[in-house]
């Protein structure tokens, strides 16, 4: 527990940093992480075009701030960010597409990542993650621990979410851990289909990642300063 306490204060550590780079920049790196995989040959040419399925849609989606209507001195904006630490598993069912969709998407969003799955799946989780590093990623924003602090992962109060593929037996199963969670819930995003990925080959599922948040500039208090109010996760 020490161990996982230790990971999740590091995350949290690098996570402001990260969640206040731009869209555009995520979506740079995580590109070139793409070629970086496909790179490893054909078992992860597909993960590679779901990455960059992913960072399309964060473009689409994500990359633009929305002026929001107001009275006369008064901007208002609305715009997306990271919700924190996202907790990734999977059970044997778990491919590298699945993996390598979900960490794309939580990344591009602005989370930060800890990883938790079981044989020749961590070899997969570290030989993707070490890509992600040597395409610039930041040390710390995606990690992987061992599967054994799992059920600790899951009721941790700074993850504020799980990903994970598997069969439905095991999402019922994650989703009765995370109902032991104490404090906030944290939301999980399951696929269950690993054929025709559903879930995570929506053209939306990047939005199952981020918060809103609303920024409001006051032109017209008094001596002429402007205030400001952004509202949105526990940093906005």
């Not at 995580?30 to 970086?36: A, E, K, M």
């Not at 075009?49 to 701030?65: H, P, S």
């Not at 924190?84 to 597409?97: F, K, N, P, Q």
Request: net charge negative.
């Amino acid at each position: 527990m020490h161990q996982l306490n230790s990971v999740l204060e590091q995350c949290e550590a690098v996570w402001e940093d990260w969640n206040d780079q731009t869209v555009a920049g995520r979506i740079a790196l995580l590109q070139r992480w793409s070629d970086t995989v496909a790179a490893r040959g054909d078992d992860f040419a597909h993960a590679a075009k779901m990455i960059r399925f992913q960072c399309e849609n964060a473009q689409r989606l994500l990359d633009k701030v929305h002026e929001l209507p107001g009275p006369t001195g008064e901007t208002n904006e609305l715009y997306t960010a990271g919700r924190g630490t996202i907790a990734m598993t999977g059970d044997a069912s778990l491919t590298s597409v699945a993996l390598c969709g979900q960490l794309a998407a939580a990344l591009v969003a602005g989370n930060c990542v800890v990883v938790s799955v079981e044989g020749s799946h961590a070899d997969n989780a570290d030989a993707v993650m070490a890509d992600l590093v040597k395409a610039g990623c930041p040390d710390r924003v995606a990690v992987r621990v061992d599967l054994e602090v799992c059920s600790d992962l899951f009721k941790h109060p700074q993850v504020v979410g799980v990903a994970t593929t598997g069969t439905k037996e095991h999402v019922r199963d994650v989703n009765r851990q995370l109902a032991q969670r104490q404090g906030v819930i944290a939301t999980l995003v399951a696929e269950t289909d690993t054929e025709q990925y559903s879930v995570i080959g929506s053209p939306d599922y990047v939005l199952r990642f981020v918060t809103e948040c609303t920024r409001t500039i006051n032109i017209t208090a008094v001596g002429g300063n402007a205030t400001l109010l952004e509202l949105g996760s526990g940093e906005h």
